[in-house]
């Protein structure tokens, strides 16, 4: 079955205690993105990757770090979160860059930092 | 600047009346087009999208959307609305000129009552 597959799903920390969402996906897709998802902000793109070892800032990068050393796996690294990083986050999939394609998206993961 | 609005944020139907939900998007080249669905406690799922062609797009769940260029609108449309299609809406757009900028723009979603 093709698919996202985010863990945990659910996640509490305390500030300051580096974490990582893990992220993969089976679909040999290019292009991976983050994103987190506030109450009346929307979707805002965290970081996006074009392929292996390319990766870029989205709209609110400060905070997080990712890597994609395989084309499958794309995890999110908070090192020292925060309170303000409390929220719900989705990792996205696609053929290509994602111009003309849909994106899939991970079932999300619900982060509470305290 | 790319921009995309959905003017509500809570759309009420009854079950098995035909249902809206508007999209209106901003940008500077051709538009590429999205809807996505989101279901309590899951991730977006891909429902339809407009990339060239006919203006008419049928997607999945038996919802489609109209493309009508000179009101830059994108709606969402179901004949028949079911209590199952309650969820949050998003529409998303990306502009043929973005250059290197390939990233999807957002609208802020618009939940859907479905009342039976």
């Known amino acids: 079955e093709a698919q996202v597959t985010q863990n945990p799903r659910y996640l509490i920390t305390v500030t300051g205690k580096k974490l990582t969402v893990t992220c993969s996906q089976n679909?040999?897709?290019?292009?991976m993105s983050w994103y987190r998802q506030d109450p009346g902000l929307g979707l805002r793109q965290i970081y996006y990757?074009?392929?292996?070892?390319?990766?870029d800032k989205g709209d609110v990068p400060e905070g997080y770090k990712v890597s994609r050393k395989e084309k499958r796996n794309f995890p999110l690294i908070l090192e020292s979160p925060s309170p303000n990083q409390t929220s719900l986050y989705f990792c996205?999939?696609?053929?290509?860059?994602?111009?003309?394609?849909?994106?899939?998206f991970g079932p999300g993961t619900r982060l509470t930092v305290t | 600047a790319q921009s995309v609005a959905q003017p509500e944020d809570q759309v009420n139907v009854a079950e098995g009346n035909p249902l809206t939900v508007k999209c209106t998007y901003s940008v500077s080249g051709n538009p590429y087009l999205f809807w996505y669905v989101q279901y309590p406690n899951r991730g977006l799922q891909f429902l339809l999208k407009?990339?060239?062609?006919d203006n008419l797009v049928k997607g999945s769940y038996g919802f489609e959307a109209e493309f009508n260029k000179s009101q830059t609108s994108f709606h969402l449309k179901k004949p028949s609305a079911l209590v199952s299609d309650s969820a949050l809406y998003f529409c998303a757009v990306r502009d043929s000129n973005a250059g290197n900028n390939r990233k999807l723009i957002w609208g802020l979603g618009t939940s859907l009552a479905v009342n039976p």
């Open positions: 407009y990339i060239t062609g």
């Open positions: 679909m040999n897709h290019e292009y």
């Open positions: 996205a999939s696609s053929r290509d860059r994602g111009d003309y394609y849909e994106q899939y």
């Open positions: 990757s074009m392929n292996v070892e390319v990766t």
